[in-house]
């Protein structure tokens, strides 16, 4: 791990404005040259809560893709079971010609 330096605000993890919630539910909006995660908690089929709105550039995507993806492995190796995927209704992915 390297730890970096962020001036600022930038730094929201160590910040008294740091968010910490429960989600279960994301929605993804992508554009040419960035992605938008909204995240909200679903209480059913028509009644959800915003949470938050994450942007991020499609690099930090395919690296944090790479990083749950190792996290998710070693999460199964150590409970000796896989995580079922649930099927969805829809494709959570939509298109946007802005992305953020």
Known sequence: ???VAVPGNLS?????DHLRSYVNSVAVRGGPFDLTLDFAIMRGAEDS???ASLTMS???LRLMIEILQS???KY???TGSQ???IPME???VTDSDGGG
């Open 49 to 51: 809560q915003a949470v």
């Open 90 to 92: 829809s494709d959570a």
């Open 58 to 60: 499609w690099h930090h």
């Open 76 to 78: 199964e190796e150590i």
């Open 1 to 3: 791990m390297v730890d």
């Open 12 to 16: 929201g993890a160590q910040s008294s």
């Open 83 to 85: 995580v079922p995927v």
């Open 71 to 73: 996290t998710l492995e």
